[in-house]
């Protein structure tokens, strides 16, 4: 049961941490609007639009983003304030171990940790959702499909190819579509250009000829005049800016799923995003125990050297999530395993501290 000294050093926590987050959005939406305002102005953007349909869906994406490093920078800072009090002092004097003290920070961790998943699985990517379509729409340039020679697979053995795509009409040109059964190839239908038809959902195909293989045999037919579904949408050929920032966790899921089976060449971005996402949790619980056991003693150099140490571990941590991202981009990490090497590293440095850091 909590006794009164956990809320104590619960409620400092906590109120020290949404008092970190309100400075630094505060810090971002100025430094953001600085770079930004010739843009918005020069796009007649209203106040209303970039209040609500962008700093307001802003500030919960970064908030989250920078969610292990401001309660890293929270605890350290409570932790350190009530060490140079000599409050931790008393509390030990007083027969509460030094593990019986982190159960507080703990707890916060835990708290602050749930509301962390649950707003970075559903409810800030719908947030994103208005906010990168406000980028794209005034502070990004207009964006042009410009892949040449585009090959995709869209289903059990069905493959697509394109010489070229223009996402303006959503016309693509040179087109070839081809089945395979049991690694042969059956048959090929080629054309000129596909355009898609909103009204019909469907790709529309003028001209084109199919050619049939039945063993050594071949035929050749012209045709025109084509509707027809295909696993293949004009989104296909959109801006992907931010995208895995925007779907939600099982939306996410079912996108790495789509981009495996057709063969695609980034899913280790959305893979990375998908496994951060989840280990956003463990990391603030880990970096809130780090931040509690290296504050915990009462320095000479004063409060302000502990929060320096706190920034510049908070900054290494940073540097650990950068490195395993790139490294599983380009194939040499497991995404999974990238995700989770800074909170790993972490651990053990957590582990040490623990042992070795006198209190």
Sequence with gaps: ????????????????????VIILMA???????????????????????????????????????????????????????????????????????????????LIGAILLSSITLLLIAYIVPKAN???????????????????????????PGDYIYMESYNNDIRTGYKFSLEHFEENELVWKLNANKIKWNEDSSKWVIDRYHVRTFD????????????????????KDFESTYRLAETLTLPELEDYINERIDRGADDVETYQIEKYERLMYPFAIIVLSLIGAIMSARKARQGVGFQIVMGFLLAFLYI?????????????????????????????????????????
Aim: glycine fraction near 4%; include cysteine; proline fraction near 4%.
């Design 129 to 155: 959702k208005t906010r990168v379509a406000f980028e794209i729409q005034y502070l990004k340039n207009p964006f042009r499909f410009r892949d040449r020679d585009f090959h995709m697979k869209i289903g």
């Design 215 to 234: 063993g050594d045999e071949e035929t050749y037919d012209k045709r025109r005049g084509l509707d027809t579904i295909l696993n293949l949408f004009p």
């Design 1 to 20: 049961m909590l006794k009164i000294l956990d809320w104590y050093i619960i409620k400092k926590f906590l109120k020290t941490y949404f008092f970190v």
């Design 27 to 105: 810090i971002i939406c100025v430094v953001d609007f600085t770079e930004n305002s010739e843009d918005l102005i020069k796009n007649n953007v209203s106040m209303s639009e970039i209040l609500f349909d962008y700093y307001l869906n802003l500030i919960p994406y970064y908030a989250n983003l920078l969610s292990p490093i401001t309660v890293f920078i929270a605890v350290v800072f409570v932790t350190s304030r009530l060490a140079s009090h000599t409050e931790i002092i008393a509390m030990l004097a007083g027969g509460i171990s030094f593990k019986r003290l982190l159960v507080p920070y």
């Design 319 to 359: 540097i650990f999530v950068i490195m395993s991202r790139n490294l599983a981009q380009v194939g040499d990490m497991h995404p999974a395993l990238a995700a989770a090497f800074p909170t790993i590293v972490y651990v053990f440095i957590g582990i040490f501290l623990y042992k070795y850091v006198p209190r």
